[in-house]
């Protein structure tokens, strides 16, 4: 496995994931994934850590999955391909501890649902978010399972199936995030909230994040395979790689609705 993917420190009871592959905009391969999956669960089983936080080097949060990972698979590897990037939704749904996303830049397709996936977001007022995935022929439908727990079908209807980006303002005004700041003061206000969580009582913020979880009335995680298997499907078409493709080549997609 690739190493330092995902950079991890404790410091005073906070655990920080960092996302560590500016040059590649933070995007998800599978090593990058694991890595990311492997540093929650550790963090969560950490009884020195109360909170944890997932930040980004450069400038950028994430910019969804790796494009170049799109190409010459079956739908059978293709579903066994998405499960495994996408594992960090459901571990971020089974964690007792509260999480927090850190948010400069772009936040876009799996980038975006990595954020939205988190208990808490705190976005610079510079940072832009979107399930872009359908400009390129594929779709965003595992960041889709968070988002209709937040904003509901009709947003999350619009956002999935336009593409379209927002601002750090327009996702905090849906509550898709919690807190927007000025950009230098990102990490502070970061920091502030998570040393307010610290402060809890760690068995109340437990079972008060239980309790929220199970007001939700509709399957997480039989959700999320659901859309994993159905982007599965997409991928093996010819429009997905079409798409992808074009993107990469600076052209119009030439789609054939197969």
């Known amino acids: 496995m690739a190493a330092d993917l995902v950079l991890t420190r404790v410091e005073n009871k906070i655990g920080f994931i960092t996302l560590n592959r500016p040059e590649a905009l933070n995007t998800f391969v599978p090593d990058f994934a694991d890595q990311l999956d ?21 400038k950028h949060f994430c910019t969804g999955i790796s494009l170049d990972q799109f190409n010459n698979k079956s739908h059978k590897e293709y579903r066994k391909f998405l499960y495994r990037i996408d594992a960090f939704y459901h ?14 830049g772009f936040a876009l397709a799996n980038g975006a649902g990595l954020s939205f996936g988190c208990d808490m977001t705190v976005a610079a007022e510079t940072a832009t978010f979107g399930t872009t995935a359908i400009n390129v022929g594929l779709i965003c439908l595992g960041p889709a399972v968070p988002m209709t727990k937040l904003i509901g079908k009709k947003k999350t209807m619009e956002m999935v199936l336009t593409g379209d980006m927002i601002s750090a303002a327009e996702a905090e005004k849906l509550g898709l995030v919690n807190k927007v700041v000025p950009e230098d003061e990102l990490e502070a206000e970061t920091l502030k909230l998570a040393q307010k969580l610290v402060t809890k009582s ?13 007001l939700q009335d509709v399957p997480y995680h039989q959700a999320l395979d659901s859309m994993d298997d159905l982007f599965a499907t997409l991928c093996a078409t010819h429009d997905a790689e079409e798409g992808v493709k074009a993107f990469l080549e600076k052209r119009a997609p030439n789609w054939k609705g197969c």
Do not use: F, Y
């Open 38 to 58: 492997q540093a929650l669960w550790a963090m969560e089983k950490d009884d020195a850590v109360r909170v944890v936080v997932i930040n980004a080097a450069g």
């Open 91 to 104: 571990t971020l749904a089974m964690m007792d501890k509260p999480t927090i996303a850190s948010v400069q």
């Open 202 to 214: 760690p068995v109340a913020l437990r079972i008060g994040k239980e309790g929220l979880k199970r």
